[in-house]
Protein backbone atom coordinates (compact mmCIF):
# COMPACT_ATOMS: atom_id res chain seq x y z
CA UNK A 1 0.00 0.00 0.00
CA UNK A 2 1.41 3.43 -0.88
CA UNK A 3 1.85 5.65 1.71
CA UNK A 4 3.02 9.01 2.31
CA UNK A 5 3.19 10.04 6.19
CA UNK A 6 4.24 13.30 6.88
CA UNK A 7 5.38 14.79 10.40
CA UNK A 8 2.86 16.54 13.15
CA UNK A 9 1.36 20.06 13.61
CA UNK A 10 4.88 22.90 14.38
CA UNK A 11 3.94 26.48 16.08
CA UNK A 12 7.28 28.59 15.48
CA UNK A 13 7.85 32.23 15.94
CA UNK A 14 8.96 34.77 13.70
CA UNK A 15 12.61 33.92 12.12
CA UNK A 16 12.34 30.65 13.00
CA UNK A 17 13.57 27.87 11.50
CA UNK A 18 11.78 24.51 10.75
CA UNK A 19 12.02 21.36 8.78
CA UNK A 20 8.71 18.86 8.32
CA UNK A 21 9.24 15.54 6.71
CA UNK A 22 7.22 12.85 4.63
CA UNK A 23 7.99 9.30 5.12
CA UNK A 24 7.23 7.57 1.79
CA UNK A 25 6.43 3.42 1.61
CA UNK A 26 4.56 1.04 -0.28
CA UNK A 27 6.51 1.85 -3.91
CA UNK A 28 9.85 2.52 -5.04
CA UNK A 29 10.99 6.29 -3.18
CA UNK A 30 13.79 6.28 -5.63
CA UNK A 31 11.68 6.34 -9.42
CA UNK A 32 8.95 8.87 -8.14
CA UNK A 33 8.68 12.24 -7.87
CA UNK A 34 8.06 14.08 -4.50
CA UNK A 35 6.22 16.99 -4.06
CA UNK A 36 5.10 20.08 -2.09
CA UNK A 37 1.97 21.79 -1.98
CA UNK A 38 0.92 24.72 0.03
CA UNK A 39 -2.66 25.36 1.01
CA UNK A 40 -2.65 28.61 2.90
CA UNK A 41 -5.89 29.00 5.07
CA UNK A 42 -9.03 29.24 3.00
CA UNK A 43 -7.00 28.78 -0.42
CA UNK A 44 -6.40 26.93 -3.10
CA UNK A 45 -3.35 24.64 -3.57
CA UNK A 46 0.28 25.82 -4.42
CA UNK A 47 2.62 23.60 -5.67
CA UNK A 48 6.52 24.67 -4.30
CA UNK A 49 8.56 22.25 -5.63
CA UNK A 50 9.23 18.73 -6.46
CA UNK A 51 12.41 16.54 -5.55
CA UNK A 52 13.33 13.58 -8.04
CA UNK A 53 15.37 11.27 -4.78
CA UNK A 54 17.03 8.95 -6.83
CA UNK A 55 19.66 11.92 -7.56
CA UNK A 56 18.25 14.78 -6.03
CA UNK A 57 16.80 16.75 -8.91
CA UNK A 58 14.92 19.87 -7.71
CA UNK A 59 12.77 22.15 -9.36
CA UNK A 60 11.35 25.15 -7.59
CA UNK A 61 8.45 26.78 -8.89
CA UNK A 62 9.48 30.80 -8.81
CA UNK A 63 7.41 31.96 -5.78
CA UNK A 64 9.22 29.56 -3.61
CA UNK A 65 12.38 29.68 -5.17
CA UNK A 66 14.83 30.81 -2.39
CA UNK A 67 12.48 30.73 0.35
CA UNK A 68 12.81 27.22 1.31
CA UNK A 69 14.45 24.39 0.43
CA UNK A 70 13.60 20.41 -0.58
CA UNK A 71 15.46 17.53 -0.21
CA UNK A 72 15.51 13.91 0.23
CA UNK A 73 16.80 11.01 1.76
CA UNK A 74 17.32 7.96 -0.06
CA UNK A 75 17.70 5.30 2.83
CA UNK A 76 15.27 6.58 4.58
CA UNK A 77 12.57 7.01 1.91
CA UNK A 78 12.06 10.05 3.58
CA UNK A 79 11.50 13.74 1.72
CA UNK A 80 11.84 16.92 3.53
CA UNK A 81 10.95 20.92 3.44
CA UNK A 82 12.86 23.63 5.40
CA UNK A 83 12.68 27.02 6.37
CA UNK A 84 15.87 28.69 7.64
CA UNK A 85 13.71 31.71 8.89
CA UNK A 86 9.47 31.96 8.96
CA UNK A 87 7.29 34.38 8.54
CA UNK A 88 3.94 34.92 9.77
CA UNK A 89 2.58 34.31 6.17
CA UNK A 90 4.23 30.71 6.39
CA UNK A 91 1.22 29.66 8.28
CA UNK A 92 -0.77 27.09 6.05
CA UNK A 93 -1.22 23.30 5.73
CA UNK A 94 1.84 21.60 3.73
CA UNK A 95 1.23 18.63 1.84
CA UNK A 96 3.54 16.14 -0.05
CA UNK A 97 2.37 14.12 -2.91
CA UNK A 98 3.70 11.43 -4.85
CA UNK A 99 4.49 12.38 -8.97
CA UNK A 100 4.09 9.67 -11.42
CA UNK A 101 4.30 9.32 -15.05
CA UNK A 102 5.46 12.23 -17.73
CA UNK A 103 4.99 14.63 -17.78
CA UNK A 104 4.19 13.75 -13.79
CA UNK A 105 0.82 13.91 -11.57
CA UNK A 106 0.16 13.48 -8.28
CA UNK A 107 -1.62 10.41 -7.03
CA UNK A 108 -0.85 9.91 -3.59
CA UNK A 109 -1.02 12.32 -1.16
CA UNK A 110 0.26 12.52 2.66
CA UNK A 111 -2.07 13.82 5.44
CA UNK A 112 -0.72 17.19 5.42
CA UNK A 113 1.39 18.87 8.22
CA UNK A 114 0.07 22.41 9.67
CA UNK A 115 2.47 25.16 10.18
CA UNK A 116 1.63 27.92 12.59
CA UNK A 117 3.98 31.04 12.91
CA UNK A 118 2.83 33.40 15.45
CA UNK A 119 4.43 35.48 18.03
CA UNK B 1 -4.08 34.04 -10.38
CA UNK B 2 -3.67 30.98 -11.58
CA UNK B 3 -3.65 29.84 -15.38
CA UNK B 4 -6.24 27.50 -15.11
CA UNK B 5 -9.94 29.18 -14.30
CA UNK B 6 -12.63 27.59 -11.87
CA UNK B 7 -15.55 28.80 -10.73
CA UNK B 8 -15.06 29.90 -7.38
CA UNK B 9 -18.59 27.80 -6.50
CA UNK B 10 -21.30 25.56 -7.73
CA UNK B 11 -24.05 23.73 -5.86
CA UNK B 12 -27.10 21.63 -6.79
CA UNK B 13 -29.67 19.71 -4.68
CA UNK B 14 -29.58 15.62 -4.06
CA UNK B 15 -29.67 13.81 -7.38
CA UNK B 16 -29.30 16.80 -9.46
CA UNK B 17 -26.36 16.70 -12.25
CA UNK B 18 -23.68 19.35 -11.50
CA UNK B 19 -21.14 20.57 -13.69
CA UNK B 20 -17.74 22.18 -12.66
CA UNK B 21 -15.37 23.89 -15.55
CA UNK B 22 -11.81 24.50 -16.18
CA UNK B 23 -10.67 26.43 -18.24
CA UNK B 24 -6.98 27.27 -19.79
CA UNK B 25 -4.76 27.85 -22.63
CA UNK B 26 -2.72 26.12 -25.66
CA UNK B 27 -0.32 25.65 -23.36
CA UNK B 28 -1.44 23.60 -20.54
CA UNK B 29 -5.58 22.00 -21.09
CA UNK B 30 -5.04 22.33 -24.92
CA UNK B 31 -1.69 20.11 -25.13
CA UNK B 32 -1.69 18.04 -22.02
CA UNK B 33 -3.87 15.59 -19.72
CA UNK B 34 -6.53 17.44 -17.04
CA UNK B 35 -6.39 15.97 -13.81
CA UNK B 36 -9.30 16.42 -11.33
CA UNK B 37 -8.89 16.34 -7.07
CA UNK B 38 -11.26 16.68 -4.57
CA UNK B 39 -10.56 17.88 -1.33
CA UNK B 40 -13.12 17.22 1.37
CA UNK B 41 -12.96 19.67 4.21
CA UNK B 42 -10.40 18.71 6.57
CA UNK B 43 -8.45 15.95 4.46
CA UNK B 44 -5.90 15.94 2.11
CA UNK B 45 -6.97 16.31 -1.92
CA UNK B 46 -7.83 13.00 -3.07
CA UNK B 47 -6.65 12.17 -6.74
CA UNK B 48 -10.54 11.66 -8.68
CA UNK B 49 -10.17 11.63 -12.43
CA UNK B 50 -6.98 11.24 -14.22
CA UNK B 51 -6.01 11.68 -18.16
CA UNK B 52 -8.99 13.68 -19.01
CA UNK B 53 -11.64 11.10 -18.32
CA UNK B 54 -10.54 8.35 -16.32
CA UNK B 55 -11.42 6.91 -12.95
CA UNK B 56 -9.00 5.94 -10.35
CA UNK B 57 -10.08 2.32 -8.76
CA UNK B 58 -13.01 3.66 -5.77
CA UNK B 59 -13.91 6.71 -7.14
CA UNK B 60 -18.39 6.43 -7.94
CA UNK B 61 -19.16 6.02 -11.87
CA UNK B 62 -21.23 9.30 -10.66
CA UNK B 63 -18.33 11.14 -11.15
CA UNK B 64 -16.91 12.52 -15.13
CA UNK B 65 -14.13 14.07 -16.54
CA UNK B 66 -14.43 15.57 -20.30
CA UNK B 67 -12.04 17.70 -22.24
CA UNK B 68 -12.47 19.64 -25.03
CA UNK B 69 -9.91 22.39 -26.82
CA UNK B 70 -8.29 24.30 -24.20
CA UNK B 71 -11.43 23.86 -21.66
CA UNK B 72 -12.52 20.85 -19.20
CA UNK B 73 -15.00 19.62 -17.06
CA UNK B 74 -15.88 17.29 -14.17
CA UNK B 75 -19.28 16.35 -13.93
CA UNK B 76 -21.21 15.22 -10.91
CA UNK B 77 -24.79 12.99 -11.63
CA UNK B 78 -27.01 11.80 -8.99
CA UNK B 79 -25.37 14.30 -6.08
CA UNK B 80 -25.40 13.64 -3.13
CA UNK B 81 -24.54 15.39 0.68
CA UNK B 82 -20.84 13.29 1.04
CA UNK B 83 -19.82 14.77 -2.53
CA UNK B 84 -19.84 18.49 -0.86
CA UNK B 85 -16.19 19.66 -0.97
CA UNK B 86 -13.46 21.47 -3.02
CA UNK B 87 -12.79 20.54 -6.68
CA UNK B 88 -9.40 21.23 -8.07
CA UNK B 89 -8.18 20.73 -11.58
CA UNK B 90 -4.82 20.28 -12.82
CA UNK B 91 -2.79 20.15 -15.79
CA UNK B 92 1.00 20.40 -16.87
CA UNK B 93 1.56 23.67 -18.32
CA UNK B 94 4.52 23.67 -21.22
CA UNK B 95 5.21 26.89 -21.06
CA UNK B 96 6.15 26.91 -17.03
CA UNK B 97 7.58 23.14 -17.58
CA UNK B 98 5.43 22.13 -14.28
CA UNK B 99 1.67 21.34 -13.28
CA UNK B 100 -0.63 23.86 -11.96
CA UNK B 101 -3.79 23.74 -10.11
CA UNK B 102 -7.36 25.63 -10.87
CA UNK B 103 -8.25 27.84 -8.01
CA UNK B 104 -10.66 25.53 -6.96
CA UNK B 105 -14.39 24.97 -7.19
CA UNK B 106 -16.24 24.82 -3.80
CA UNK B 107 -19.12 22.52 -4.09
CA UNK B 108 -22.12 22.62 -1.77
CA UNK B 109 -25.26 20.14 -1.64
CA UNK B 110 -28.53 22.14 -0.75
Known amino acids: EVQLVQSGAEVRKPGQSLKISCKAS????????IAWVRQMPGKGLELMGV????????TYSPSFQGQVTISADKSLTTAYLQWSSLNASDTAIYYC????????????WGQGTLVTVSS | QSVLTQPPSASGTPGQRVTISCSGS????????VYWYQQLPGTAPKLFIF???QRPSGVPDRFSGSKSGTSASLAISGLRSEDEGDYYC???????????FGGGTKLTVL
Open chain 1, 97 to 108: ARGTSWPYYFDY
Open chain 1, 51 to 58: IYPDDSET
Open chain 1, 26 to 33: GFSFTSYW
Open chain 2, 26 to 33: KSNIGSNH
Open chain 2, 51 to 53: RND
Open chain 2, 90 to 100: AVWDDSLSGPV
